[in-house]
Nanobody, 122 residues
């Protein structure tokens, strides 16, 4: 059974940075595509970044050049570093495990974590 635990969400000032972590069990992150999603108030859940089993990347246009996703096989963890955060980045951030990878894009799987809240505010 796949189990994902996110952490790292916090209150950060505009322009700040933070790193989110997703510890996985029941799936090997290095062998599988992984993704980070967010749900901001009033909107549907959307992909922020995905990484394939071959470490190819898929970044959403709104976060491109401000984020980096990577895996740590020893920790079985996938990370998301976000820089130059904006108030509109406020939302619940979710890890997704073991999705697909088609034409350079991450495809959602049914395996979700519980989410971690990111608040960007002065």
């Amino acid at each position: 059974q796949v189990h994902l635990v996110e952490s790292g969400g916090t209150l950060v000032r505009p322009g700040g940075s933070l790193t989110l972590s997703c510890v996985a069990s029941g799936i090997r992150v290095v062998n599988n595509p992984m993704g980070w999603y967010r749900q901001v108030p009033g909107k549907e859940r959307e992909l922020v970044a995905g990484i394939s089993s071959a470490s190819l990347y898929d970044y959403a246009p709104f976060i491109k050049d401000r984020a980096y996703i990577w895996k740590d096989g020893a920790k079985n963890t996938v990370f998301l570093r976000m820089n130059n955060l904006k108030p509109e980045d406020t939302g619940e951030y979710y890890c997704n495990a073991g999705g697909g990878w088609i034409n350079g894009h991450y495809i959602t799987s049914p395996h979700w974590g519980q989410g971690t809240l990111v608040t960007v505010s002065s």
